[in-house]
């Protein structure tokens, strides 16, 4: 792994430090792995490295009451993913993709500050996990043909819950934010869709299909009370329950 000087060059761009010269840069780079095993299996893993660098932070001067942008700001992104591809007679296929991946970076990046919040709150920086960080996340689906010409299509997903800061009332951090003690629950997921094909004419098929969404009925937060304030602290909250869903479609 190449060292990158936080405050210093990057072997690929030159620049002077002076005040105001940003200059930000990502490089990636990703290795590949294909192979066929028998006649119904196909394999694929995949590695990829993004290291970013030069971001644009809000930084505080010491002993001076200001804040100024500066570079310096980093992160990194490591992903690990295997899929394998089970297909069979009649268009049947099953997929199933793994992914192991690490997020990490700066906080206090310039655009975390630009919106319509009247006051922006000054935080210190923090270098730890981004707030998209999910270590693990694994999904299956695929289409399979049942009786009565009809076709399943199931889609589950497993994946690591995010991380999210507790803030105090003055929306400041409490200890380290987007760590790995502060997580949503993990996210499960079942999705199936049934549908029916019925030729009406020679140039037009209806396609009749009822869908069910969140099979489980779990529950799978939307969003968490994480302010020490809040007589709910800790509580999470918001989710889609079980839905059904009914499609009428004209193909032709």
């Known amino acids: 792994m190449m060292e990158i000087d936080r405050n210093g060059s990057f072997p690929f761009i030159k620049r002077s430090q002076t005040g105001g010269n940003f200059a930000p840069y990502s490089t990636t780079w990703s290795v590949e792995m294909e192979r066929r095993l028998g006649r119904f299996v196909n394999v694929r893993t995949n590695y990829q490295h993004t290291t970013s660098g030069g971001g644009i932070l809000l930084t505080e001067h010491e002993g001076r009451n200001v804040h100024a942008l500066g570079a310096g700001g980093r992160s990194t992104y ?13 268009g049947q296929q099953m997929l199933f993709s793994y992914v192991r991946s690490k997020a990490l ?21 923090h270098y730890t996990n981004t707030r ?19 076709r399943l299509a199931p889609i589950f997903e497993y994946r ?12 400041h951090y409490v200890g380290i934010p987007y760590n790995d003690k502060t997580r ?6 079942l999705d199936e869709r049934m549908s ?12 009749l299909s009822v869908s069910v969404l969140n ?5 799978n937060p939307l969003d968490v009370h994480a302010n ?15 839905r059904y869903r009914a499609d009428f479609e004209i193909l032709f």
């Open 78 to 90: 490591r992903q690990f993913e295997a899929t394998a591809r089970l297909s069979w007679e009649r």
């Open 196 to 207: 029916k094909d019925i030729k009406l004419l020679a140039k037009y098929t209806a396609r």
């Open 228 to 242: 020490t304030a809040d007589p709910l602290l800790g509580v999470f909250f918001g989710h889609f329950k079980r």
């Open 160 to 171: 690591s819950g995010q991380p999210y800061a507790i803030l105090e009332a003055r929306r």
């Open 132 to 150: 998209g960080d999910i270590p693990h996340r694994f999904i299956a689906w695929g289409i399979v043909n049942l009786p009565w010409n009809t």
């Open 105 to 125: 970076g700066d906080l206090n990046t310039f655009t975390a500050y630009l919106g319509d919040f009247p006051t922006a709150p000054l935080r210190p920086n």
């Open 184 to 189: 949503f629950r993990n996210y499960i997921s």
């Open 215 to 219: 099979v489980f009925n779990r529950f």
